[in-house]
């Protein structure tokens, strides 16, 4: 028996935006995972749906415990394979997402529905269903609850990036990306602070002995 988890999530934004927002969501901040993205098939059917598969290359350090299990070449990326129907009629989103790669030691099935929210017709709800199996005896279980628990965190991240995509279509600046570049700029400039006072220090001792 695997993994089975679900959620619901808002994004105060139209349907139409959302879509949009969806096929430009690489690269953000809360992506750096993302390696690439290529589209390998596209199709309008005869019903106007735009159906659609993308291939991403992902990276993830896997812990290490579980990287003897993998070729090395493997066990910082892995390869994504992305479906997609998008209904206007219907006004739906429907994505199923899953992995080519490490399949065996562990597969995560991921199916999203994007459609109105039925309280505000301005908002746009994902349910979200997640399938994470592994069939690698004796540490299944173990793998799937690493698997859940990055999984649920992939989820948090994923919905910070659409709100910092769907900020920028708008043309506003996402306060919480802007709290945390600042935070790193002032990291940055306390470590360039530190390494300049440690060699002032180290040109100071060399003046001693000369």
């Not at 927002?21 to 290529?38: C, G, I, K, M």
Request: one cysteine or more.
């Amino acid at each position: 028996m695997g993994k089975y988890f679900h959620c619901t999530g808002l994004l105060k934004s139209t349907w139409d935006q959302v879509c949009i927002a969806f096929w430009q969501r690489y690269p953000n901040p809360y992506s750096n995972h993302v390696l690439t993205e290529d589209i390998i098939f596209r199709e309008v059917t005869p019903s106007n749906c735009l159906i659609s598969r993308r291939l991403l290359t992902k990276t993830r350090r896997a812990p290490r415990w579980m990287e003897r299990y993998l070729p090395k070449h493997m066990a910082s990326s892995a390869y994504i394979i992305e479906d997609s129907i998008v209904d206007p009629q219907k006004r739906t989103m429907t994505t199923l997402t899953w992995n080519i790669t490490h399949a065996r030691l562990m597969s995560v099935e991921e199916r999203c529905l994007y459609q109105i929210n039925p309280e505000n017709a301005s908002w746009t709800e994902i349910k979200r269903e997640a399938w994470i199996s592994s069939s690698l005896y004796g540490l299944s279980r173990a793998i799937q609850e690493f698997g859940l628990a990055g999984f649920k965190k992939s989820v948090t991240k994923s919905m910070k990036g659409f709100e910092f995509v769907l900020a920028r279509m708008q043309g506003e600046t996402p306060s919480r990306t802007l709290a945390e570049t600042a935070t790193e700029r002032a990291r940055e400039t306390a470590l360039a602070a530190k390494e300049k006072a440690k060699d002032l220090a180290s040109h100071a001792q060399k003046k001693q002995y000369v």
